[in-house]
């Protein structure tokens, strides 16, 4: 995971293999989201679990349970806005603000702060204008009947890799709209997936965690 996120290229996104996996989760994980500044990922499950990982070396550093687990209350206080349910939107605004539209599941932003990244129930995938709504390029994966799977941006904001219900994963190229890669998840459909956005990899989940890196 020490390659440079500006040398990402088809050929390092499309070699990847799980280099980690955690499966001692109770039922369904939710939600996840790394932090910017360092080399951690915070888990929300099922189980009413909160987790947080060390991502660099692969390592569970801390769980914590809601209050009716006994806790009085989530140790994490700056925790990452993303690390929540999935939510509809239902804002929409003119101008120069951010659009948002309640037909999309979840989204998120390039880095650039430019490109909107949309995806929607039917497992159709869409990258958008920020500030327009204006469609830039879209992709349609296998959908999964009251399953929705999640979409992320590398850091570089020039592929997307997403999910799809048959229990496969996939990565695209932004500027060719063309597929480069293609992965069996091997936990089934991964409702969650994050790039993180300090290293060459990228975090999947189902009710099993599994960290995909470069295979060099």
Known sequence: MTISLSELDDNIVHTRSIGAIFSDFVGKIYSIGFYRKDDLLVIASEDDSVRLYDIANA?????????????????????????????????????????????????????????????????????????????????????????????????????????????????????????????SSHIGVPCCLKWAPRRAMFAAASTVLTFWIPNN
């Open 59 to 183: 390592k569970l550093l801390k769980t914590t349970y809601h209050k009716k687990h006994g806790t009085d209350q989530i140790f994490f206080t700056h925790h990452p806005s993303s690390v929540i349910c999935s939510a509809r939107y239902n804002l929409e605004s003119t101008g120069e603000s951010l659009w948002y539209s309640s037909r999309y599941d979840n989204r998120c932003l390039r880095n650039d702060g430019k490109s909107m990244l949309l995806s929607i129930t039917n497992n159709n995938i869409r990258v958008l204008d920020a500030y327009g709504g204006d469609k830039h390029c879209g992709f349609s994966l296998e959908p999964r009947h009251g399953t929705s799977t999640e979409a992320t941006f590398t850091p570089d904001g020039r592929y997307v890799v997403t999910g799809s219900g048959g229990g496969t994963m996939h990565a695209w190229s932004i500027d060719r709209k063309s597929e480069v890669a293609c992965w």
